[in-house]
């Protein structure tokens, strides 16, 4: 028989253990979501650069788009998932509050051009992405972070070719993120 | 008054029942993600797999995704059951029930 500071530190393996798996499976679901949206705004970007006139249009079907895949990830996700189980109205709502505080900030509040459009959308996604990651894991803030400084570099750096730049940087960064979180 | 289960009581068997525990019923873990959550080698892994399997603990899955064959391991009813009064015969140890 064990004493109980051995018992102690058995339960707390097994804590630990049980914490790296939730978190892995967290990683595991998140990825998916990342890799998606990381497409949807790569060919978004991708379109802004090669038909500006076509961008309006581009980017509502991006945020349908996303939106939709998160959507269907959770709805298509296997039941057995601890966090895929159902689907939460409360997704919704957090995209539609979302989207309706960047449109205040981008056409009311302010009158933002496509660039400053191109550069406040994604800093502001990849903010809820860092703050989440305080919670949730290191790895959403790194990729929070990662994308927020390459976008304002790109910014303040790069000229017409920005969309272009944003296309490897949102959407390529969003894809290889994801990527990386399924191997951590 | 409850026992310790010597097959799970092993620090590495611990930890692979802990983490099978944790998903739902009849979910599994790959034995790449398995060992990475462990920290453990393959052979090391394996062996301790083995045991469990043996014990009727865990079932072990094998099968080819593409051409790369894939372990997996999943915690049986019996594993869980075990797993559960391991756990709260450690509780009880904690709590002084048990000396």
């Given at each position: 028989m064990i004493d109980s500071k051995e018992a102690s530190a058995a339960l707390a393996d097994i804590d630990d253990i049980v914490q790296r798996v939730k978190q892995s499976q967290l990683y595991e679901l998140a990825s998916l979501a990342a890799v998606w949206w990381g497409i949807v705004v790569f060919a978004g970007n991708l379109v802004t650069w090669l038909w500006p006139i076509y961008a309006v249009y581009a980017w509502v079907a991006v945020d349908v788009l996303g939106v939709a895949g998160l959507v269907a990830l959770r709805l298509l996700n296997?039941?057995?998932?601890p966090h895929g189980a159902g689907f939460d109205v409360r997704l919704l709502l957090v995209f539609v509050l979302f989207f309706a505080f960047g449109y205040l900030c981008t056409n009311v509040l302010g009158h933002f051009g496509p660039r400053q459009l191109g550069a406040f959308w994604p800093i502001y996604f990849m903010l809820f992405y860092a703050l989440a990651g305080l919670w949730f894991g290191y790895a959403f803030v790194a990729i929070g972070l990662g994308i927020t400084a390459l976008t304002l570099i790109g910014f303040f750096?790069?000229?017409?070719a920005f969309p272009l730049w944003m296309a490897f940087v949102n959407g390529g960064g969003l894809i290889v993120g994801g990527l990386w979180m399924r191997r951590i | 008054m409850a026992e310790l289960d010597d097959i799970i009581h092993q620090p590495l068997r611990l930890k692979i029942m802990a983490a099978l525990n944790a998903?739902?019923?009849s979910a599994g873990l790959e034995f790449s993600r398995l060992k990475k959550l462990t920290g453990a080698t393959d052979g090391n892994l394996g062996a301790h797999i083995e045991t469990l399997a043996k014990a009727g603990y865990v079932s072990v899955d094998k099968a080819f995704v593409g051409k790369k064959p894939q372990t997996t391991v999943t915690a049986t009813a019996a594993g869980r059951g075990a797993f559960a009064r391991h756990v709260a015969t450690l509780q009880e140890i904690i709590a002084g029930k048990q000396v």
């Open positions: 296997p039941p057995h998932h750096t790069i000229g017409e | 998903l739902p019923v």
